[in-house]
């Protein structure tokens, strides 16, 4: 095993091959470490995230070195059969590819059961491995839009497009089955350890597939309720994440800057991981219909508050405001920051998805983003918490000015890139560029980042914070809604406890990154023997 740094409270574990990850990953799970929040399995790593408070770095390293990776446990087997039109614009490529007709390929393909080794890049988006072994290079010129349903092939993996999007596997054909609903008790038809097995469907039906629809949200507001009258850039609701379904491809998402969720919550009186509406560049306002307290924090914003009658006042940020029926509140550009946070006393009456009410803007998971017209439910209550007074900004909040300073953790794949692109990494000033958003900051810089190792990366677990480098060189800074898995390699990643003031750096703004210290590979502790290991209840 390898062990490399991803960040303060997260490492990649590197192993031989597809058989030794999947041998790791079982054993963790079947006897779990205390302390690891989430494990991501990929074709060749495990990334785990844990509790630094809870188990220490060397400690964990030292139990996962002492796993056995020589037996699997048996996983689930439940068989999956999917119907497959053989039609895909690459099948000819694929046949030329591996020196067999098409007819062979279409053959092999439906000849054999194929396993979910793992799921990763969209929800419902699983990783096949077996079947007819197939060993087929990914495009040089990734597609920017394959459609859903696509059956296609890269490396040794087989999967299944559960939704439209840019990709660079081989398109072999496409089914009918849905992979991904969340109507569905498991929205993810496919699972790791699933069995599957592709058949031929024969001709495409004349006019195509039917589009497949998600059912919309069929929120009724009766009581009391914020009425949009302008959403802004983008409004969403944000909580501290969805933990727990990697296994369905689905990945934490959550607010970009938790301390300011924390703090609109306890301005109000909630409890601090309640969802707030997070808000980019002001421009929300809104009708109050019923009596409540709200507050806005993070971004430096005015805000204005008009009653009924048509009084006007200016309260301030991080502070509880109290609203009447009928009063109107708008929210200006800010200041200073990029993101506001704003929390309702009780709670939004909104209904989660998976566990919570984060908005995942590339899984496409959680409420939709407000829109005009549209009655946000709030829950009325006089009792519960005292609202707090005393609330701040952690940090100074940057301007389109500013050059701001993030600290970084070189790793997992510095020793991908050259050494003056280590250098360069750190000495170069990045432009944040208008094409940044909830999944990533795209940087800019005069000079791109090189790298000495030309080779494909097999996809691997990505972190909140990663700094992927893709073929351009110019870098991108990895925010909630980042995939969970990826295949350009991660120089480092912005340390966690700069995250949140990632998260407010406005466009136009310049960043310099800080390396806390060299790469190093981390080693595990080879003279402790299973009992000086401690344990941690």
């Avoid at 301005?267 to 307290?293: K, M, Q």
């Avoid at 924090?297 to 508050?305: E, I, K, N, Q, S």
């Amino acid at each position: 095993m390898r062990f490399l740094p991803v960040n303060l409270d997260a490492l990649l574990v590197e192993l031989a091959d597809l058989d030794e990850t999947l041998a790791l990953f079982d054993s963790l799970q079947a006897t779990p470490i205390a302390g690891i929040e989430e494990i991501v399995p990929a074709a060749r790593t495990l990334l785990i995230q844990y509790r630094p408070s809870a188990v220490d770095r060397q400690v964990l390293i030292n139990h996962i070195a002492r796993r056995d990776l020589s037996q699997r446990s048996t996983r689930e087997s439940r068989r999956v059969e999917i119907p497959v039109h053989y039609n895909g614009e690459d099948l000819d490529e694929v046949a030329s590819l591996l020196g067999i007709s098409r007819e062979e390929v279409v053959s092999r393909h439906t000849s054999a059961d194929y396993e979910v080794a793992f799921c990763g890049f969209a929800p419902g988006f699983g990783y096949l491995t077996g079947g007819a072994g197939f060993q087929v290079p990914r495009r040089q010129t990734p597609r920017t839009r394959i459609p859903a349903g696509a059956v296609a092939l890269a490396g040794n993996f087989s999967g299944v497009y559960p939704k439209a999007s840019p990709g660079g596997w081989q398109i072999i054909g496409v089914t009918p089955l849905q992979m991904w609903d969340l109507g569905r008790d498991e929205p993810a038809l496919l699972r790791p350890g699933y069995k599957v097995r592709f058949t031929d469907a024969g001709p495409l039906p004349p006019g195509g597939l039917p589009a497949h629809e998600q059912p919309a949200a069929s929120e009724t507001c009766s009581g009391a309720h914020l009425e949009i009258l302008t959403p802004g850039l983008q409004s969403v609701l944000q909580d501290l994440g969805r933990a727990g379904h990697t296994d369905q491809g689905v990945s934490m998402s959550g607010a970009l800057d938790r301390g300011a969720l924390r703090a609109a919550n306890r301005a109000v009186g909630n409890d601090s991981a309640s969802a707030c509406l997070e808000v980019v560049l002001g421009g929300l306002s809104f009708v109050c219909h019923g009596r409540t307290i709200i507050a806005v924090t993070g971004a430096r914003t005015p805000l204005t508050v008009t009653t009924a009658s048509g009084l006007q006042w200016q309260p301030g940020n991080y502070q509880p405001i109290e609203l009447e029926d009928g009063d109107r509140v708008s929210l200006g550009a800010p200041k200073a920051g990029l993101r506001s946070y704003l929390a309702i006393r009780g709670g939004f009456a909104v209904a989660p998805v998976l566990g919570s009410l984060a908005t995942d803007t590339l899984a496409q998971v959680g409420p939709p983003a407000l829109a005009a017209g549209d009655r946000l439910g709030f829950n009325e209550t006089s009792g519960g918490c005292s609202v707090s007074v005393q609330e701040a900004p952690a940090f100074a909040l940057p301007t389109a000015n500013d050059v701001i300073t993030l600290d970084v953790v070189m790793g997992p794949r510095s020793d991908w890139f050259t050494q003056a692109a280590i250098q360069r990494l750190s000495s170069q000033l990045w432009r944040v560029t208008p094409q940044s958003n909830r999944v990533g900051i795209r940087l800019a810089g005069e000079v791109p980042l090189e790298r000495c190792n030309p080779d494909e990366l097999p996809s691997e677990g990505t972190s909140l914070g990663a700094i992927q480098v893709p073929a351009s060189g110019q870098p991108v800074l990895f925010l909630a809604d980042h995939p969970l898995t990826g295949g350009y390699p991660v120089i480092a990643a912005v340390a966690s406890h700069h995250l949140d003031l990632a998260g407010q750096i406005p466009i136009n703004a310049q960043i310099r990154f800080n390396p806390i210290d060299a790469f190093a590979e981390l080693q595990a502790d080879a003279l402790l023997s299973t009992a000086d290991v401690k344990e941690i209840p």
